[in-house]
Antibody
């Protein structure tokens, strides 16, 4: 069965950097695009970034463009989100998700919590 | 900035039918597939509807989706207490090349 397991969340000070990871299993990772989606405490879902199956193309939400970078290692079945210049408003649960097709999401990880606070 | 508009809340009694609307634009819903997600309290979202109107295996036919022009609708019939959750629509904006979620709708089963 498809499993997506995020890691790397925690508490970080504003302005610092952090990298999230997502280990995928149960399917051929290199066949599917991936997305990061976040949810601030008590708020709705926010799409963050996406990457094509071969890593050749990325897209970003305006709120993170220039600060976040999505990448993947298809040999390790792992998705990454490198986050820099973190802000308090980046505090959220970050979900790793799989693209079904047409930028639709079919599987979600359990999420990892990032707290940006001084 | 591309926006998908959903009602903040809907409610209905058990056994009743409810619909949740999702309004977008020509470059978002008008051009791309719409998917719907259910988020039960304290859990990750789950796919309910994809390709505007298709259900993944395991999703009961009480849940349905439709799309017309720049709007989409999620329908739930035979409401059950376990349907109480937040529901989100999602699509892609082809002009901005970004994914977008609706603001979410909280369903209360009275």
């Amino acid at each position: 069965q498809v499993q997506l397991v995020e890691s790397g969340g925690g508490v970080v000070q504003p302005g610092r950097s952090l990298r999230l990871s997502c280990a995928a299993s149960g399917y051929r990772f290199s066949d599917y695009g991936m997305h990061w989606v976040r949810q601030a405490p008590g708020k709705g879902l926010e799409w963050v970034a996406s990457i094509w199956n071969d890593g050749s193309h990325e897209n970003y939400a305006d709120s993170v463009r220039g600060r976040f970078s999505v990448s993947r290692d298809n040999s390790e079945n792992t998705l990454y989100l490198q986050m820099s210049s973190l802000r308090v408003e980046d505090t959220a649960i970050y979900y790793c998700t799989r693209d079904l097709r047409g930028n639709q999401i079919d599987y979600w990880g359990q999420g990892t919590l990032l707290t940006v606070s001084s | 900035q591309s926006v998908l508009t959903q009602p903040p809340s809907v409610s209905a009694a058990p056994g009743q039918t409810v619909t949740i609307s999702c309004s977008g634009s020509s470059s978002s819903i008008g051009t791309n597939y719409v998917s719907w997600y259910q988020q039960l309290p304290g859990t990750a979202p789950k796919l309910l509807i994809y390709d505007n109107d298709k259900r993944p295996s395991g999703i009961p036919d009480r849940f349905s989706g439709s799309k017309s022009g720049t709007s989409a609708t999620l329908g739930i019939t035979g409401l059950q207490a376990g349907d109480e959750a937040d529901y989100y629509c999602k699509t892609w904006d082809s002009s901005l090349s970004v994914g977008i979620f609706g603001g979410g709708t909280k369903l209360t089963v009275l």
